[in-house]
């Protein structure tokens, strides 16, 4: 089922440029967390929606506080650049894509997100992780999320999965 909603120019932009991380890029300007809403037919993203590794410097957890974007009673689309740790001691780097729509976001509202994940889901080609969450419990802990993301995943963002 299309919505007919159409991927702004800007959010395939900051698509392309979080999946290509050039290594001699100043690191502080990375997209860590960004989110999507839908408006006026256009799947777009406000610029205080962007979150790069310089925003982000004050914060203790990122995990905790991806999960902190995800707004009750709401809908949105969100990438986030997950860093995390496997058993065989190598640290990786991959883009999960989250929609998210609260289990009270009015029907409409959900409808309409999820009908125009399609759209959205074209320009994410090569994105490893999708996730659907309706409520925190459905991912809230590390654990549950380091699950998804992989076996053997020990910590996500730094920290040990086992201290949600």
Known sequence: MASGVKVSD?????INEMKVVKSDADQNERIR???????DGLINVENDQIFREKDLKDETDVYKFFLSKLA????????????????????KEELVFVMWAHESATIKEKMQYASSKDSLKKVLSGIKHELQMTDLSDYG????????????????????VSRS
């Not at 800007?10 to 900051?14: E, G, R």
């Not at 967390?33 to 408006?39: E, G, T």
């Open 141 to 160: 802990t590390r654990e549950a999320f380091a699950e998804r993301m992989g076996k053997g995943v020990i910590r996500v963002e730094g920290v040990d």
């Open 10 to 14: 800007k959010v395939k932009d900051i």
């Open 72 to 91: 009750p009673k709401s809908c949105c689309y969100l990438l986030y650049d997950c860093h995390f740790e496997t058993k065989e001691a190598s640290k």
């Open 33 to 39: 967390v960004v989110i999507f809403k839908i408006s």
